[in-house]
């Protein structure tokens, strides 16, 4: 399907938020199946498996750091390890697994808002920022619905919308017509 990488996570199947209380996480020995049969399922040698740790919440950070291991020693290519509260714990993950670690930085979970500098230095190799843009277009929705449900009008925030100039600007999408106008223009002579 043209994926390139996919992550499977040591939770129960009954999953909650990362970043809430409550997680519950299989043995480790059920994640290293899960994370060995994923592995020698590849038939791509360049597709990523990356292998998700809840641990940190039930376990600590020496459960996180044996599960890992064991997860890279199974056939995990990167490691995700979710909700780490301190910045170095990063550095001691990073240290003990033999493998890219991905730092989650989901706004106002477990995880502060560190850098991508502070990351860096503690050997983190990627970041994800799985909910930034959406909590921006949520909230200006909402601003959106409110004011035209109180107003009758969105006009009062249109400043908080991206202008079709701005989109099609974005988009390149002036060439997109300019390549349909050449590709089924009219013919002239019909």
Excluded: W
Excluded at 25 to 53: C, H, N, Q, W, Y
Excluded at 59 to 80: N, P
Aim: aromatic letters at 6%.
């Amino acid at each position: 399907a043209g994926a390139a990488a996919v992550h499977i996570e040591d939770q129960v199947a009954q999953k909650r938020c990362g970043h809430r209380p409550n997680k519950a996480i299989v043995p480790s020995g059920e994640m290293v199946d899960r994370v060995r049969a994923a592995a020698d399922a590849k038939s791509d040698p360049g597709f990523v498996l990356m292998a998700r740790t809840d641990a940190l919440q039930s376990e600590g950070l020496s459960g996180v750091i044996d599960r890992a291991c064991a997860y890279v020693e199974a056939g995990a290519d990167a490691i995700f390890a979710e909700a780490m509260t301190d910045l170095e714990m990063y550095g001691k993950v990073c240290a003990a697994v033999k493998a890219p670690v991905l730092a989650n930085l989901t706004e106002f979970g477990a995880t502060p808002s560190f850098s991508r500098d502070q990351l860096r230095a503690q050997g983190v190799a990627m970041l994800l920022y799985p909910l930034s843009a959406t909590r921006a277009m949520q909230r200006a929705a909402l601003e959106v619905m409110r004011a035209i449900r109180r107003e009758g009008s969105q006009e009062s925030v249109l400043g908080l919308m991206q202008t079709r100039a701005e989109l099609y600007d974005f988009l390149g999408y002036e060439a997109y017509e300019e390549a349909l106008d050449r590709l089924f223009g009219q013919d002239e002579a019909c």
